[in-house]
């Protein structure tokens, strides 16, 4: 149900990336079923007091693998909508388990709140379970009423079949409408104090016609903001891949996003993706005439050179962990744009089980990232999305054109080998089955690689039937060890004892030239026992890591 490790912000929503398979039997324990628990919770305004017919949804789940969207999968659960009622309370269901599989616990709830006298919430995290039954209390501000003044040529204009997206994000929700004043403006409900963004688009069927420069707005709760926008004709953009791209291009895709002028949480952008003529050109059609873009590609063999940093970006990553864009300003747009390509790293993957035997139908994938400039990271080329056919839609996901499928992942044939195309640099690789799946290594079932540009990579990945232990095994560990700000995590590393040995353990994890080396593994474990057993309270935990390191050192061949 929850797909975890590395989940993502992005410009529209939290994107789980998929790193972990579902375990559909265990040998050594148990797991328990999926179990729906809940928490109270008590909107209310800025003084205090109740807010009722608040609409209040769980919308993500955190975990001591990431944070990730609570998807309508048709699973165990599935997040309600749930509205206050005139105390301004509400009671939250929300599953034990994030991944009911692997047995990993929920420990924090994000949730939605909008009502329309009030400024929309989109993310409220509130950590569970609750160590008391008092409600979480969450508090709404009265935002900023917005009204825009649609205007074409200087002139006011009807605002009928304009569509109002903001940086808010309840502009996204479904249903959602702006009114029309007596005088013909936009009146968009209350947005969240500080900085801001609207934008109006015309469609002519799936097609954006007409733009509005993106608007910037300095917002202050509870005073007005009244606005004249001039929309634009779309324009038609038209540029080619580099020539190092062998003709004809397979598999071609471009991604476009518009680029924000500041780094803000909340930034609206506009973004649509296009096909790669096999010719190596392309066509942006139905681009914000005022909006300078940033553009990532894929084909096969070859990807879009990471590009640098515009002025727009303050303090720029050095070094950089993403795949950047290429950025294309006002100017550059209007004549054909190169768009500069790099080849991909060719890895070869073979999967075995623990004999060396060849496992056939194992799926193997990485998921190499975009950070996109002054916004957030995904999947690089993932989740092919037209703004158009969203704005119809009013659901990104069904929204997304499914033409290329996921990107860099295989599945292995009779021999247990598969190919990927990976960018150049350190990736990782998950693998998995239904029957097999890989070992737990620090907390996670992936391995590490390095991909060097001109160089054919092989891995081979030693698989073990599902059965030996859980992700959630790790649930107290997962975060302690590499970077975590739960409130379990935050307690744990509060004992100045406990944060040493797991200072330790980390280090020596990340340093080992083999992290699976049972020797390496059985000390390690040993040390883990001893911060929990010095801890007091732990008893569980200290009887799991006393009993891995055990099950560790009798992996050990005696010497001769």
Known sequence: MFAMKRLIWNFFAVVAIAGIFA???????????????QFSARVVDAVGQPVAGAEVIPWALSCSQGHGQWRKDGGDSEPPTLTTDVDGSVVVPYPRFADVEEQVVTTAVTL?????????????????????EQPSIVSLDRGA???????????????????????????????????VTADGALSIPPMPAGKGNVLLIRLDGERATHFSPIVELELENGVAVRK??????AIRIEGRVSDNVPRPVKNGRLKVLTLPRENTFNNLMWYTWTPICEDGSFVIDGWPAEEPMQVIALCDGYMAESGNAPDVVKNPRDPDPFCRPQVFLLEEQRSNILLKMTPTVRCDVEAVDASGNPLAGIKIGSYPNVGWWNGGSQIYCSQLARGEKVLIA???????????????QSKTDATGGASLELPVGKEELYAGSDDFELPIVRGWREQKINLVAGETQFVRLVLYPKGTEFLGEWDKLAGVLFGCTGEQCRKLLSDPGFKTKMTAVRLQLENAENPTDPKLLSGAYKTIAEAFD????????????????????????PAK
């Open 145 to 179: 009423p917005v009204e825009i003044v649609p205007l074409e040529n200087g002139k006011p204009i009807s605002p009928t079949g304009l569509y109002t997206r903001c940086s808010d994000a309840r502009s996204w929700k479904d249903g959602f409408s702006p009114l």
């Open 228 to 233: 004249h926008v001039d929309l634009l004709p």
């Open 394 to 408: 009013q659901d990104y996901f069904a929204a997304a054109d499914k033409d290329y499928g996921v990107p860099f």
């Open 23 to 37: 375990a559909t039997c265990r040998a050594e324990v148990n797991p328990q079923p999926q179990e729906m628990l």
């Open 534 to 557: 010095e801890l007091g309270d732990q008893k569980e935990e200290v009887a799991r890591w006393r009993r891995k390191a055990a099950e560790q050192a009798a992996k050990l061949t």
């Open 112 to 132: 939605s709140i909008n009502h329309p006298e009030f400024a929309y919430i989109s993310h409220e995290d509130i950590n569970v379970p609750k160590e008391d």
